[in-house]
């Protein structure tokens, strides 16, 4: 992976995607097909996720110093089990599995959640129970942890849930920065174990990674200034765009 040589439009697509990570973690996960596009469009899909990682990590800390006092613990237990056994599934179909129909099997559950999601905006009566129940946890766990080890993608998912069980915004940004270090974490080894972490793709982080709480100030600074409502809007409406572009639409 080369560290230099880089044209002036992988350099804007590297930097835009440093910040990205930022403004995702500081609330609007669906913003985190920015990073996981422009990364993949300068190294290549799955080499980008080992440039990704370590990064992720440092906004996760970042995320933490902002917004972890607000975490709901109960929620982090709940999806933390299903989402490691999400993990090892998802590290032992790397070699496995053809990209182009993970994407798109993801993407097809994401677009179709985000519609239920949508439509309980509207009538919060609906499948009241569902979210709720044992099952949903396991499953947006499962998928969430299949989706971050193969594409540093389970932001989307994980709002999903958050979203369905109707925490309020800080609570939400909060839930996510802790639930995400630690599953970034652990991932490290396995990413090491299947080469996609070395030495370069540290170098390369470690020169964006200052972009990172940029991206995130300018996130909270979004935050702080919508209401709870528009929140949810805007969080369903960029998950619907990371799940079509997973899907191959745009």
């Known amino acids: 992976m080369m560290v230099m040589g880089w044209t002036p439009i992988e350099l804007i697509c590297l930097a835009l995607g440093a910040m990205g990570i930022g403004v995702s973690k500081a ?76 994407k798109l099997i993801v993407g097809g559950i994401i677009l179709a959640l985000t519609a239920v999601q949508a439509f309980r905006t509207y009538r919060p009566d609906a499948f009241d129970a569902v979210p709720h129940q044992a099952w949903f946890a396991i499953m947006l766990g499962l998928l969430a942890g299949v989706t971050t080890m193969l594409a540093n993608a389970a932001g989307p998912v994980v709002a999903l849930y958050l979203l369905a069980v109707m925490l309020p915004k800080w609570e939400l940004i909060g839930t996510s920065a802790w639930l995400f270090l630690v599953l970034n974490v652990l991932k490290l080894p396995l990413s090491y174990d299947l080469g996609l972490i070395d030495g370069s793709t540290l170098l390369i982080g470690s020169g964006f990674a200052p972009l990172i709480p940029i991206g995130m100030l300018g996130g909270r ?10 929140f949810n809007l805007i969080l369903l409406g960029f998950t619907a765009i990371a799940a079509v572009r997973l899907i191959g639409w745009i």
């Open 27 to 102: 609330g609007f996960p669906g913003v985190s097909m920015l990073h996981v596009v422009m990364y993949a469009f300068v190294f290549g899909a799955f080499e980008s996720t080992g440039v990704l990682l370590p990064m992720l990590v440092v906004g996760d800390l970042c995320a933490i110093y902002f917004f972890g006092r607000s975490a709901d613990w109960k929620h982090v237990r709940r999806l933390l089990p299903p989402t490691l056994v999400g993990i090892l599934i998802g590290w032992a179909m790397m070699d496995r599995m053809d990209a182009d129909q993970f």
């Open 221 to 230: 600074w979004l935050v702080k200034r919508v209401s709870q409502k528009w």
